[in-house]
């Protein structure tokens, strides 16, 4: 079950700046890593951030993360169509010695 | 680039077992830790368990702990989950992930990921 909060939705016209964010707490993001990836429906997802603002190669720099405290941020620059799609946040968390995820966010253009 | 493929889901009644797989290809499948995370219908993703590039380590979410085994087997770069004892709260698809560490340890992540099997328990 995820423990991590994002928002439901975020919206955006073309071109506009779209952040989402995801709440957590001490034992995950307060002292892990935050990933960030985007699915399609019916695809497998993606890894689009990686140890809070890492870009793996081929991703746009239009996409950018950062996290302060318990919470962590994606943020969408130039939002384009093809960004449409569900995007969801993880941390490890010490509790559970493996992964949390977040509630997801579906981001429409 | 990294392909991972599983299989073996299917409908199964409660209290019954089901074993799905995942074939890797594309890279030292030995070299990193595996997981699988799994995702209810309308619910988020949940880790289910994770085992290190060797084999010799496995980890497991309480929820599944006692009753799913995950396995791989290097020779043949497969990763397995064994789930045992399937309640209908284990509906879901099952997709195996791969980590960027041999270990299973914080400060890992899964950067490649496969696009799922559907269990489904139903009586």
């Known amino acids: 079950q995820s423990v991590l909060t994002q928002p439901p939705s975020a919206s955006g016209t073309p071109g506009q700046r779209v952040t989402i964010s995801c709440s957590g707490s001490?034992?995950?993001?307060?002292?892990?890593?935050v990933s960030w990836y985007q699915q399609f429906p019916g695809a497998a997802p993606k890894l689009l951030m990686f140890?809070?603002?890492q870009r793996p190669s081929g991703v746009p720099d239009r996409f950018s993360g950062s996290k302060s405290g318990t919470s962590a941020s994606l943020a969408i620059s130039g939002l384009r169509s093809e960004d449409e799609a569900e995007y969801f946040c993880?941390?490890?968390?010490?509790?559970?010695?493996?992964?949390?995820f977040g509630t997801g966010t579906t981001v429409s253009v | 680039e990294v392909q991972l493929v599983e299989s073996g889901g299917g409908m199964v009644q409660p209290g019954g077992s089901l074993r799905v797989t995942c074939a890797a290809s594309?890279?030292?499948?030995?070299?990193?830790?595996m997981s699988w995370v799994r995702q209810a219908p309308g619910k988020g993703l949940e880790w289910v368990s994770s085992?290190?590039?060797?084999?010799?380590?496995?980890y497991y979410a309480d929820s599944v702990k006692g009753r799913f085994t995950i396995s791989r087997d290097n020779s043949k770069n497969t990763l397995y989950l064994q789930m045992n004892s399937l309640t209908v709260e284990d509906t879901a698809i099952y997709s195996c992930?791969?980590?960027?560490?041999?270990?299973?340890?914080?400060?890992?992540?899964?950067?490649?990921w496969g696009q799922g099997t559907l269990v489904a328990v139903s009586s």
């Open positions: 085992i290190s590039g060797t084999g010799d380590y496995t």
């Open positions: 992930a791969k980590a960027v560490f041999r270990g299973w340890y914080g400060g890992n992540f899964l950067d490649s």
């Open positions: 001490n034992t995950n993001i307060g002292y892990y890593y």
């Open positions: 993880a941390a490890w968390d010490s509790s559970l010695t493996g992964f949390v």
């Open positions: 594309e890279f030292t499948f030995s070299n990193f830790a």
């Open positions: 140890r809070n603002n």
